[in-house]
């Protein structure tokens, strides 16, 4: 598949709008990574994702996709792949999302829109815009004197 001009931008949106997110995904054992994907315990997997994501976007915002993979080999470290759907109101985003020992990545893969704009810029705005409109906003916490 070729990689479109606008691809990076986007990528690195949805990987700034989910940096809090993956933080909560990297505090779970990766022995429970590759124990949920190797007996495809997807729905766990889901549960996992859909726990993190409930602290940072409206319900059904972040969700798991069609599952994952788990790399593990004798001679290196250990990388999860997680597909997951990034589903802000008038956009999809399918991606991957890659954990490892050293840091985390991100890979769109497609992206829809309901109502497209006429440029790939002003789409990339669009999605911004709508991810900004999903995040769950905390309320400064009141002072008491």
Known sequence: MNRQPHA?????VVASAIQEVVGELRLIEVADYIAFIRLEHFACLSDLVD?????????GTLRLGH?????VDWSGSPRIVLDLELRPRGVTVY???????????????YVSF?????????NTALLEDAIDEARIRRNEPLAYP
């Open 95 to 109: 991606f991957q999302l890659t954990l490892t020992g050293h840091g985390s990545s991100v890979v769109v893969n």
């Open 67 to 71: 599952g994952g993979e788990a790399h």
């Open 8 to 12: 990076n931008s986007r990528e690195q």
């Open 51 to 59: 726990s993190a994501a409930e602290l940072y976007f409206q319900p």
């Open 114 to 122: 309901e109502k497209p704009g006429e440029t790939p810029e002003h």
